[in-house]
């Protein structure tokens, strides 16, 4: 009986079984954090879009439309506003296009994880 418990049978499969997951988890986060880091890329240019379509003068709905279509493919949890519609007396001064955008982040044996941060993309008015 004791000759049978020092031998090592199996336990490089348990050793793997243990690696593996913790080593799963790291490349699993990896690819979720460039994929995350992505669409807040995409989504700052949409915002800088909307900023640069406000500097000339636009409505409010027409830079919604602009940052929603430069967002594309992914949606805006929240809608984007404005601090300011520029004028002819506005010249020079920034006007800035924000919103809140909650990303979901979800790892294979964790639980997912929603993190909000402030897309914002500011412009003079011309």
Do not use: H
Request: hydrophobic fraction near 40%; aromatic fraction near 8%.
């Amino acid at each position: 009986m004791a000759s049978r418990l020092r031998r090592g049978d199996g336990a490089a499969a348990v050793e793997f079984a243990i690696v593996s997951t913790i080593l799963f988890m790291i490349v699993f986060g990896i690819l979720e954090f460039g994929r995350t880091y992505s669409q807040y890329e995409v989504l700052q240019g949409a915002a800088r879009e909307g900023a640069r379509r406000a500097a000339v003068g636009a409505t409010l709905s027409q830079v919604q439309q602009s940052v929603t279509q430069a967002a594309d493919p992914y949606t805006l949890t929240n809608q984007p506003t404005m601090d300011r519609t520029c004028t002819q007396d506005d010249v020079g001064q920034p006007v800035t296009v924000s919103w809140a955008q909650t990303f979901q982040i979800s790892i294979p044996f964790l639980p997912p994880a929603n993190v909000t941060r402030t897309i914002k993309g500011v412009f003079r008015c011309e």
